[in-house]
């Protein structure tokens, strides 16, 4: 696998309810991030990592959302007692940090619908 | 698969034909630029990056030009092909660390044959 893989590919869930999402970046990248993204408009930052340390997380994301990255290679973000306004593609990106470029590549997201 | 953009700008263009999309950005602190592709129900597809110290850049049927004075990208491509057809997102990256990525609006491309 040479890209970033995001699981579930759709979700489906009830108000309320509690979902999880995993992202696996590239593998040699240590820079990890979350975007989420609605009908019409361009992903919007949610949070980033540099190996397990989560160093910026936007306002966009309440106390109801959570993201991990223990070991500094995979990360989950959890979403808490979703409402219908979570309802999003919520994307992954990673790239490696180097001297000069940052070129983020984005995994193919994950479709949450909160009915 | 879902529609990504739904009622974003159109650019309709002819198969073979050069399109230029055009792009708005925010933050003067701006030093990275990136352009990606998406297409229905996928990630953004990396297409081409800029630095602020550059004014133009060029790939494989795309350039990137950058005008720091108003602010203004462009992307240009060449011989417009039907697999080209996307939305199509400019992305800023204001400079002290290379952590987070401010989309544009985005703009769907059509190729028409």
């Known amino acids: 696998d040479t890209g970033v893989s995001q699981d579930p590919r759709h979700k489906i869930t009830k108000r309320g309810q509690n979902v999880t999402f995993r992202c696996d970046p590239i593998s040699e990248h240590n820079r990890l991030y979350w975007y989420r993204q609605t009908l019409g408009q361009g992903p919007e930052f949610l949070t980033y990592f540099q190996n397990e340390a989560q160093l910026e997380k936007s306002r966009l994301l309440s106390d109801r959302f959570s993201a991990e990255r223990p070991k500094g290679s995979f990360s989950t973000l959890e979403i808490q007692r979703t409402e219908q306004g979570d309802s999003a593609m919520y994307l992954c990106?990673?790239?490696?940090?180097?001297?000069?470029?940052?070129?983020?590549?984005f995994g193919q997201g994950t479709r949450l619908t909160v009915v | 698969g879902e529609s990504v953009g739904l009622h974003l700008p159109t650019l309709s263009v002819q198969e073979g034909d050069n399109s230029i999309i055009n792009c708005a950005y925010s933050?003067?602190?701006?030093?990275?630029f990136i352009w990606y592709k998406q297409e229905s129900g996928k990630g953004p597809q990396f297409i081409i990056d800029i630095r602020s110290n550059m004014d133009k850049r060029q790939g494989q049927r795309v350039t990137v030009l950058l005008n720091k004075t108003v602010k203004h990208l462009s992307l240009q491509i060449a011989a417009t092909q039907p697999g080209d057809s996307a939305v199509y997102f400019c992305?800023?990256?204001?400079?002290?660390?290379?952590?987070?990525?401010?989309f544009g609006a985005g703009t769907r491309l059509a190729v028409h044959p």
């Open positions: 990106a990673s790239s490696l940090r180097t001297g000069g470029k940052a070129e983020a590549f």
């Open positions: 992305a800023e990256n204001v400079s002290g660390g290379y952590n987070k990525l401010i």
């Open positions: 933050n003067s602190a701006s030093d990275y």
